[in-house]
């Protein structure tokens, strides 16, 4: 059983497949593979309804797909989501899909246990999921991820404001959030008017009733109003196990712990700005990341003095 939830459109299906969509073209589906699995691509060619794939490539959409692994306390973990985004075509990474299916595998880590078979069963458990009930179960708005367009809004600099986008983050996560993202500076090293960090997190119950919480932590240039941020192209991700009672406080320490290990690793393009560039927006510049990295390295030398 899995707490997340997808949403079913109605409206967006029937515009998706109408006459107009499945005209016959020559495109092929364009895939955004973070699965780390050799067969995403060739498992949504073979199991996504030809009308659908069809569709998509008509309409320039692309196939997102991510898979997470964890191996703790003698049990295997694996996370597969799918969502629909907008291809790119510029090299930029493309804007987070506004809802997307995920299924949750768990098995006994023995000494047979593969992470890269743990990996494709649950990708390809959430590939089909796309495929049942009448074709699809897909997100709505999805002009929310067009690369272009969107609006911004004439803002005043201000240090003490730090933007936050992503999903699933709790309220008592989000303020534990917000105070780690203080603890690093981070509203004065970064303008938030340009950079946003991307935190996405969910909950899921285990075959004990226990809860094992998923949390990713990376770094993106601020989308404009009516934008998804477009996905980090760097980011660090975590699972915490913990009995049931209160999602919530788990929810909140695998936040906190992600966010620890992404903004302990070097402030660098080998490190936290790896492919910060990737996520740049029409019309905003990025930061100075040489800058950012001095005046991240001249605060944490005083305080590593203490």
């Not at 895939?31 to 490539?57: C, G, I, R, W």
């Not at 299924?103 to 049942?132: L, P, Y």
């Not at 290990?261 to 492919?275: E, R, V, Y």
Request: aromatic share 6%.
């Amino acid at each position: 059983m899995q707490r997340s939830r997808a949403y079913l459109s109605a409206n967006l299906l029937a515009a998706l497949l109408s006459t107009a969509c499945l005209t016959a073209h020559a495109g092929k589906l364009q895939v955004v593979d973070e699965s780390y699995s050799s067969d995403f691509a060739l498992y949504l060619e073979e199991t996504l309804p030809a009308p659908l794939q069809a569709a998509l490539v008509q309409r320039g959409l692309a196939v997102w797909g991510r898979t997470e692994a964890y191996e703790l306390g003698g049990h295997g973990y694996c996370i597969g989501s799918v969502g629909i985004t907008t291809a790119t075509t510029d090299g930029r990474q493309p804007r987070a899909p506004l809802e997307h299916i995920t299924r949750f595998v768990q098995e006994v880590a023995d000494d047979q246990w593969q992470e890269t078979v743990c990996r494709a069963t649950a990708m390809r458990a959430a590939v089909e999921a796309i495929g049942e009930a009448e074709l699809a179960q897909l997100v709505d708005n999805l002009d929310q991820t067009l690369p272009g367009g969107g609006t911004r809004a004439v803002e005043p600099a201000d240090p003490k404001v730090i933007e936050i986008s992503g999903s699933g983050v709790g309220a008592k996560a989000r303020a534990a959030l917000s105070d780690a993202l203080s603890a690093y500076q981070i509203g004065k090293l970064f303008d938030y008017r340009q950079i946003t960090t991307y935190v996405d997190t969910e909950i899921f119950e285990l075959d004990n009733g226990d809860s094992a919480c998923y949390a990713r932590v990376g770094l993106t240039a601020r989308a404009p109003q009516g934008r998804q941020s477009r996905l980090p192209a760097y980011s660090t991700d975590t699972m915490f196990v913990a009995a049931p009672g209160d999602d919530e406080a788990c929810q909140r320490d695998a936040v906190l712990d992600a966010v620890g290990k992404h903004f302990s690793q070097p402030w660098t393009t080998d490190g936290i700005f790896a492919g910060l560039e990737k996520t740049r927006e029409d019309g905003l510049a990025l930061p100075d990341l040489a800058k950012v990295a001095k005046q991240h390295a001249a605060q944490a030398e005083p305080a590593a003095a203490k």
